[in-house]
């Protein structure tokens, strides 16, 4: 059995729950650009979306491409009972500041989302066969753990389309490939990471910040190792404590992972796990409305609005952005399969805003501003495996 068919079979013996897919809601009218007529909803194309694991409202991955589908293709909001228009004001706000100016380039592109929700691994395959079941124009696979399903359903049906986010196609000797109907994208999130390390670096007090991954995967190991390599570079004598959950669906173990990290002296801890890391940061959230003087970094989204007193900023990949680009390519025939590799030099990856004071945090921006600019250039070079680190810097608990 490869590692990609072992990973999906220790998911499903994982995930107790029962399948409970959303059912497909049809859209309101959506607000079109200017200029531009109505589709009738009956004709409009249809957008399909699995989520994985974690499923809406995880504040991270998956919000991130329900935002890239719902509120900034079809320009609607998902409700209890469907969909309902969404107001004007509140999609651009939904694109924060680092995308405020490109705003005119994200109109609204008149399609229906159809969206499915797993709750366990054997879910994948037959969820992606019921979006082309229904025909929708192309189908979006959230997560590295929907690879195997995508490459099925692909192969089984030439002429759909498919985005597949978080993950090459992979052969049976776990080797990148591409099929011609799949647009696979991946992001060096190792570069955000360091970034967000380096922060960290300088913000600690105790000289001890934490680690709160899911899995112990490769993927999860590449945030791990950009976060500890960034520490060290801001702040070289600082201790980083490691602790994986083991899941990413599971917020109590999350909490409970997170409260004993900080019983062992970090002031800042960057919780990359999911759903297990909503539970991390609402340890550190009422850790600090107790008055502890500690910080959160969150992963994928920005988790601001969950702890605002308590967030720091957040590796933010722009999972919303990729989704969003697919649509438009597909809606205008656009559409090409291949893979995409998104960093820091492209914006798939980027940091949060630091809204939060603290001592020097000018200078702070500063450096990280140019470490980033360093990235981009080439002149730094972040690893991507905890094992490429000099020494050890870490301990586990």
Not at 174 to 202: D, H, I, K, S, W
Not at 232 to 241: L, R, Y
Not at 254 to 277: E, N, R
């Amino acid at each position: 059995m490869s590692p990609r068919h072992l990973l999906l079979l220790v998911l499903a013996v994982l995930s107790a729950c029962k399948s409970n897919k959303e059912a497909p809601a049809a859209a309101e009218k959506s607000p079109a650009p200017a200029a531009a007529a109505p589709t009738p909803a009956a004709t409009r194309p249809k957008v399909g979306l699995v989520l994985g694991l974690g499923g809406r409202g995880d504040q991270a991955f998956n919000d991130s491409a329900l935002r890239g589908l719902e509120l900034w293709a079809a320009g609607v909001k998902h409700e209890e009972g469907g969909y309902k228009p969404l107001a004007s004001e509140e999609r651009e706000a939904s694109f924060g500041p680092d995308l405020a100016e490109r705003k005119s380039q994200l109109a609204p592109l008149d399609i229906t989302p159809v969206v499915l929700q797993s709750r366990v691994a054997e879910d994948y395959e037959p969820n992606l066969q019921l979006l082309v079941d229904q025909g929708v124009s192309l189908s979006v696979a959230v997560g590295f753990m929907l690879e195997n399903a995508v490459e099925t359903v692909a192969k089984r049906n030439p002429d759909m389309r498919f985005l597949l986010v978080d993950s090459p196609l992979l052969n049976e000797r776990n080797e990148p490939y591409t099929l011609p109907n799949v647009r696979t994208v991946v992001f060096r999130e190792e570069e955000g990471c360091y970034l967000v390390g380096a922060l960290a670096g300088l913000v600690t007090k105790s000289g001890k910040v934490g680690f709160v991954g899911g899995m112990e995967i490769p993927l999860v190991k590449r945030f791990e190792a950009g976060f500890r390599a960034g520490v060290a570079a801001t702040n070289p004598k600082a201790q980083v404590i490691v602790n994986y959950t083991g899941s990413f669906t599971h917020f109590a173990l999350g909490k409970q992972v997170g409260q004993d990290m900080l019983s062992k002296g970090p002031d800042v801890i960057f919780a990359a796990a999911g759903v297990d890391g909503l539970g991390a940061i609402q340890a550190v959230k009422e850790a600090r409305d107790e008055g502890r003087p500690v910080y959160v970094i969150g992963v994928d989204s920005d988790p601001t609005h969950l702890a605002p007193k308590a967030v720091l900023s957040a590796v933010v990949k722009r999972v919303d952005l990729v989704v969003y680009e697919a649509v438009r390519d597909r809606v205008r025939d656009r559409f090409q399969g291949g893979n995409q590799s998104l960093g820091l030099k492209e914006g798939g990856i980027t940091y949060a805003p630091v809204r939060l004071d603290f001592p020097g945090k000018q200078d702070a921006l500063r450096t990280l501003e140019e470490l980033k600019a360093r990235i981009i250039s080439g002149d730094v070079r972040v690893p991507t495996h905890p094992d490429q680190l000099p020494g050890s810097g870490k301990t586990r608990p």
